[in-house]
């Protein structure tokens, strides 16, 4: 099953490559990663989209919460959170079809980021479902290029248990 | 007053009651070297090799419980480092491994001798530091030792470019560590102790599995105590060898793969498994799904990381051993002795009915030296008082099964990376930490070539460090495999021939000679003793080398992957009767 894990780490040079060391040494496929600064400079927060077992899943967060630059593991799936992606993607279509990009972009509460001749530039922003359901629309219109940030995701207040 | 970084690094392993340094210089490291001139207080032990200076400030570890310091030089000195780095990391030992590295400025430059150590050592060092900046030195070196000492001990390196120990800087020592994302967990849980005592009186066939984590934690008093207490045999993986006495009624000696026949059967027959300290390797446990099938499994260790990672464990326990076997055993004291040895009477009856069935033996023979009679033998005149490491082979599972080790920290070998050349710096690590106890390397004729050059520094230190090679000519324990799963096709595991009247490469004798230490050889079982003997009266350096029968395996053997029941046994030749010795 797939699970999202956060991640609150030292902010040193290094630390990334131990976490994903840590993944590829022990045969753990990472989904996607995304690091950030926290409000504290000290301090950056990581999103893993990771997965596995039951097993494996608690394999990862101990091993995670065993590196000593690891302050925090919390696997997000046990809890109430939101999960938001971020992607730009420039697409080629037809002339028939290049106001058709801009109603879906629109639909989607997407923005162009710049557009030439032939292309659009798109932003989206969203959970997952979202963001497959907008590439799958876009997949007939000719996608050039695609770029994501990989998830973030933080817990909903009152730090619900599922 | 400033003072230079290579002055803190030296006022720091003071601090840290660092007495030996064990290393060897490069460019890079100068400034450090420069500071141990005159030094006296603090020894650099100068070896022949930086593998065995990590080995030996490894088995200065073990044979002590603390911190080893090792110090090498950039690039090559440090990639020569690794193995006894990761040597390490596979057993938990505690040391600090020092690395000069190139001038900040240069790092990322491919200058000369430059390596990304602590790129090269992330997996296998329990944590490492780069350091950049004089200002961080100090703190740097007292969390190193701490992560090093604390939870689950391990090795942990410190990079140390040379602008860095040039820099100055006032030395502050700092009082206490802050690292928000370190902290082992001592305290077992008060819940799940409670679980454990409920199904140890519940049990009727329980089985205590100790590992290295026993010795680690220093929890041999409250082992021997559960164990006496609850009358519940112990037996000890290869780490764990010493944790537990290996000549006490309720010890079962080692399980495995080349476990006993009695503590295979007893872990596979048991109702309740105990593990203390270990953490379920698969030599070990042979197939996992075939582990222990009828046990409930009760699993402390201070590494959550270890718990449910093989096995499945119906009663985790995250915690010191020793702290939580003292609260286990508060709960478990209720009950009278004399009730537990009523409880336990079927069930040690049994296993001493598997302990006659098949005892540990071998085929004695007045004609050729049998390897495991040399152990058997240094056994009986050391009387068990000595620190024995090993190499890696047969040596290493001989020494394990024909010598009994009642104290911990006398077993010293390399278990989890199986590093073979391990055990000669190893002792002479350790003979450098007891300079009047009997230190005894059993080794194998292929392993002592991988550090003999540390023949140099056991001599030149005056150590009297004893070596017993148990010549098979062979890589025996490769040659092993070959014979029973490789139709006896022994590729490239024959090191010598097997006649001896051809030159033998290397002739030990000579070696050692030429190195300054006695070489002293045996070919015949009669000379065995009086070698022994006389090695042992000297306060030399000895090589000894036992020519041995070469086709001697090791027995029982568990083929890899198998449940651990399905064991191989020596075949009984024709009357073995007299002679087949047993081992009590
Ligand atoms: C550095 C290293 N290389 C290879 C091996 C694989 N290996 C395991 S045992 C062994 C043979 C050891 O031969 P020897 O030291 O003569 O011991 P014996 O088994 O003959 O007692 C080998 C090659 C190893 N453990 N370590
Ligand atoms: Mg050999």
């Known amino acids: 099953m797939r699970h999202t894990i956060s991640l609150m780490v030292e902010n040193k040079f290094g630390v990334l490559s131990r976490i994903s060391g840590l993944f590829s040494g022990r045969g753990y496929n990472i989904e996607s990663l995304s690091v950030g600064e926290t409000t504290d400079p000290n301090y950056s927060q990581m999103t893993i989209v990771t997965s596995g077992d039951d097993r494996i899943i608690e394999q990862i967060t101990k091993q995670l919460n065993k590196l000593v630059d690891v302050i925090k593991v919390t696997d997000m799936t046990e809890f109430e959170h939101v999960e938001r992606e971020m992607i730009l993607i420039k697409v080629a279509p037809i002339q028939q079809k290049r106001t058709e990009v801009l109603e879906l972009a629109g639909i989607f509460r997407g923005r162009v980021v710049d557009s030439s001749e032939s292309t659009y530039t798109v932003e989206i922003t969203g959970d997952e479902k979202k963001i497959e359901a907008f590439i799958s629309l876009m997949r007939p219109m000719g996608i050039k290029e695609l770029v994501r940030t990989g998830k973030v995701s933080i817990m909903r207040e009152g730090l619900k248990k599922k | ?584």
Not at chain 2, 37 to 52: F, S
Not at chain 2, 110 to 132: M, S
Not at chain 2, 426 to 451: C, E, R, T, W
Request: aromatic letters at 8%; hydrophobic letters at 40%; proline letters at 6%.
């Open chain 2, 1 to 584: 007053m400033k003072i230079s970084g290579a002055e803190i690094i030296l006022e720091s392993l003071k601090r840290e009651g660092v007495k030996y340094i064990f290393g060897y210089p490069g460019g890079v490291v100068l400034n450090i070297f420069d500071v141990l001139y005159e030094n006296t207080d603090l020894r650099l032990i100068l070896t022949r090799h930086e593998q065995a200076a990590v080995h030996a400030a490894d088995g200065y570890a073990r044979a002590t419980g603390k911190a080893g310091v090792a110090l090498v030089t950039s690039g090559p000195g440090a990639t020569n480092a690794v193995t006894g780095i990761a040597t390490a990391s596979m057993d938990s030992v505690p040391i600090v491994v020092l690395t000069g590295q190139v001038p900040t400025m240069l790092i990322g430059n491919d200058a000369f001798q430059e390596a990304d150590i602590v790129g090269i050592t992330r997996p296998c060092t329990k944590h490492n530091f780069l350091v950049k900046d004089v200002n961080d030195l100090a703190m740097t070196i007292k969390e190193a030792f701490h992560i090093a000492t604390t939870g689950r001990p391990g090795p942990v390196l410190i990079d140390l470019p040379k602008d860095v120990t040039g820099g100055k800087t006032e030395f502050v020592w700092p009082e206490k560590v802050d690292l928000p994302g370190y902290k082992p967990k001592y305290e077992g849980n008060k819940w799940m102790i409670n679980q454990a005592a409920a199904l140890i009186e519940k049990s009727r066939k329980p089985v205590i599995v100790a590992g290295g984590g026993v010795i680690a934690s220093g929890a041999y008093k409250e082992l021997k105590e559960l164990a006496e207490m609850t009358q519940i045999p112990v037996t000890t993986t290869l780490m764990g060898i010493g944790g537990f006495p290996g000549s006490h009624p309720l010890s079962l000696g080692m399980p495995g793969m080349h476990g006993t026949y009695y503590a295979n059967r007893s872990i596979q027959d048991s109702d309740l498994l105990i593990a203390v300290g270990m953490r379920f390797d698969d030599r070990v446990t042979g197939k996992t799904d075939a582990f222990a099938p009828n046990a409930s499994i009760i699993h402390i260790d201070i590494d959550p990381t270890s718990i449910k990672k093989n096995v499945r464990v119906d009663v985790p326990i995250v915690g010191d051993v020793k702290k939580v076997l003292t609260v286990l055993n508060k709960l478990l004291k209720t009950e009278s002795k004399s009730q537990w040895k009523e409880i336990r009477k079927a069930w040690l009856k049994q296993i001493d009915d598997w302990k006659h069935e098949r005892p540990l033996t071998y085929t004695y023979s007045d004609d050729v030296i049998k390897p495991q009679y040399v152990v058997e033998k240094i056994y009986e005149l050391t009387k068990g008082d000595a620190i024995i490491t090993t190499e890696v082979g047969q040596n290493q599972m001989w020494a394990a099964q024909f010598y009994k080790y009642d104290k911990p920290r006398t077993f010293i070998s390399s278990g989890g990376l199986g590093t073979m050349g391990f055990g000669f710096p190893a002792a002479i690590g350790a003979q450098f930490a007891f300079p009047d106890k009997l230190v005894i390397d059993i080794a194998g004729d292929g392993s002592i070539q991988m550090n003999i050059q540390e023949l140099a520094t056991a001599v030149i230190n005056k150590l009297p460090v004893k070596v017993a090679i148990l010549n098979n000519r062979y890589l025996g324990m490769v040659r092993q495999w070959q014979e029973l799963f490789y139709g006896g096709r022994y590729a490239h595991t024959q090191l010598n021939p097997l006649n001896m009247a051809l030159d033998v490469v290397p002739d030990f004798v000579k070696v050692a000679e030429a190195y300054g230490a006695v070489g002293l050889r045996a070919e015949k079982p009669s000379e065995v003793e009086p070698l022994l003997k006389e090695a042992f009266k000297t306060k030399k350096t000895v090589f000894m080398d036992f020519i041995v029968d070469w086709k001697e395996k090791v027995y029982p053997m568990v083929p890899a992957g198998a449940p651990i029941d399905h064991m191989m046994f020596e075949e009984k030749e024709e009357k073995p009767a007299k002679k087949l010795k047993v081992v009590k």
